[in-house]
């Protein structure tokens, strides 16, 4: 039988563990979570890039610019959507929903998710000026907008990827 010494023993070092491990883990969430698509301030590095291909401090500033304007844009319409989806759910569980209001749903559903790729088709035209013919080719689709094809919140916005530096 242990005596409360013992008990208090053990107690005391799992209780530390726990309180470590949950600290590691919100600082590397925290850390992760940025503003929207950017992630951080230090989103993009040039290490195992060709230096031909290599983006000038121009370049970066400017796609941190549109990031940013894209971010505004992009942020409020994508919540929008996800509330219209759960609106959307919660009246077709309904036992009285009509198959005419859902189809409206659906229809506001669509509409908004063309204005979101809309935005987003446009700020990849953005970014595709500011890089130069040799550097468009060079990362061709990896140099896009991460998986904000899912949208913003699919996995917390990682942001634009470029063969996975950013991340």
Same mark, same amino acid.
């Given at each position: 039988?242990?005596? #409360? ?6 107690? %005391?070092? &799992? +209780?530390?563990?726990?309180? +470590?491990? !949950?600290?590691?883990?919100?600082? $590397?969430? $925290? ?17 195992? %890039?060709?230096? #031909?291909? @290599?983006? /000038? ?11 940013? @304007?894209?971010?505004? @844009? ?5 919540? =929008?959507?996800?509330? +219209? ?6 009246? $077709? /569980?309904? !036992?009285?929903?009509?198959?005419? #209001?859902?189809? /409206?749903?659906? #229809? *506001?559903?669509?509409? &908004?998710?063309?204005?979101? =790729? *809309? ?7 953005? %970014? ?5 013919? =040799? @550097? ?32």
């Amino acid at each position: 039988m242990f005596t #409360k010494h013992k008990k208090l023993a053990l107690i %005391v070092p &799992l +209780l530390g563990t726990i309180m +470590l491990l !949950s600290l590691f883990s919100s600082s $590397a969430t $925290a850390q992760s979570m940025g503003r929207g698509m950017s992630g951080s301030d230090s989103w993009w590095s040039n290490s195992n %890039v060709p230096a #031909k291909y @290599q983006l /000038s401090t121009e370049q970066i500033s400017r796609i941190r610019e549109i990031r940013s @304007q894209y971010d505004d @844009q992009i942020i409020p319409l994508q919540r =929008e959507l996800r509330s +219209l989806r759960m609106e959307t759910r919660g009246y $077709a /569980s309904r !036992s009285d929903a009509e198959i005419g #209001k859902i189809k /409206s749903y659906r #229809k *506001d559903i669509n509409n &908004l998710g063309d204005k979101i =790729e *809309d935005r987003r088709l446009e700020a990849r035209a953005e %970014v595709n000026k500011v890089l130069t013919k =040799e @550097q468009r080719v060079y990362f061709g689709d990896n140099f896009g907008w991460g998986d904000m094809d899912g949208g913003m919140m699919s996995n917390m916005g990682n942001g634009m990827g470029m063969r996975d530096m950013c991340r």
